[in-house]
């Protein structure tokens, strides 16, 4: 009877497994925008017969078994773009159809098995069709500010009750690179923009939700010189702005960025700078290097290979080595100044 049992919990268990099942893979498009492969992704779904719920990022709804779905996210990378698919129809014709467009079209891709990227790009998918949790867009801020202006006309006066909050210097916020930086064209005074990844909480209250962005500059930007100097950028935060237009001032540590001369960034802690193990392809960490040994600040990790998101020149023998930090680099960025914020509750 014992047996009988078992055997039935193990085929339930089969049961749920395979519906749960979601299939996904990531690859890395070179030199290709986000519009021909949308109008590629577009042109196949309606070819298979899928209802197109949302666009950039795609969510799709099979006619002839709604049960499946199939969701397209693409990022773009500098010149280079991002494609991610996640399905639960197990034998993959959907995604297959995709690729080989890419083929047709002569496009170089390459898949990457990077598992923060494959996270970061499925909790994108899961936001995409539960809409659980908005993604915001500051691409038109204008548009953005009207719309704000509008609702506060439409919107009775209330009495808010609050208090004023002071967050320590040292707090730190995660964020991730919305835009790639590549060190053989930036400049100093350049602008940078991160994205909050987690809901900033001080004492139970939100000081600014996810999807709030972060501002800053290029303090520093030099391009790969003859003499085998790599390129080097360093980066600081100075204003956040919240989905709702609320502004924060703020001012942070320095994150430095340098190239080594296999086309990889690194971090230092010490003076003494240990170099990087050769690797790699599209997936491997590396991390964030300060080339100021007079005023060391907080480094950064970056969740994927800038050998694979492809380095822009591979011989240090004469002249040094530039590269491309992608999007979604996650950094760790610390507040330098205490911050003083007007909290609701």
Known sequence: MKKF????????????????????????????????????????LNEEEYNIQKKNPFYAISKKKQENYA?????????????????????????????KTFKKADIVYEQSENEQHLNN???????????????YSFEEPKKQQTSVKTAQKNTTSTTLKGFVGKIDA???LNVYLQN????????????????????????????????????GTLTKANHATAGSRNGSVSIVFNKLVTPKNKTIEISTEKIDFDVTNEGKVKRTITNTVAMAAVGALLGVGIAA?????????????????????????????QKGVDAEIPSYTDMEVVLNKPVNVVLSY
């Not at 280079?80 to 159809?97: Q, R, V």
């Not at 790009?121 to 993604?135: D, H, N, V």
């Not at 990790?301 to 023998?317: D, E, K, N, V, W």
Request: charged fraction near 15%; proline fraction near 1%; glycine fraction near 8%.
């Open 71 to 99: 969701v397209v996210v693409l990022q773009q990378s500098g010149e280079n773009l991002f494609y991610y698919y996640e399905s639960n129809d197990k034998n993959k014709k959907l995604n297959k159809k995709i690729i």
């Open 180 to 215: 790639p930086i590549n060190t053989a064209t930036a400049k100093k005074g350049d602008n940078v923009i991160a994205v909050v990844k987690n809901d900033w909480i001080y004492k139970e209250c939100t000081v600014a939700p996810q999807g709030s962005l972060l501002y």
């Open 170 to 172: 040292g707090t730190k």
């Open 121 to 135: 790009f499925a909790q994108i998918a899961y936001r995409t069709m539960t809409g659980q949790k908005k993604i």
């Open 289 to 317: 290097l300060t080339g100021d040994t007079s005023n060391l600040a907080q480094g950064a990790i970056i969740g994927a290979s800038i050998g694979g998101g492809g380095a822009l020149a591979t011989s240090a023998i």
């Open 5 to 44: 049992w078992s055997l039935i919990l193990c085929f339930m268990y089969i049961i749920s497994s395979n519906a749960c099942f979601a299939f996904s893979e990531l690859y890395y498009l070179k030199n290709v925008d986000t519009k021909t492969i949308s109008n590629q992704v577009e042109t196949v």
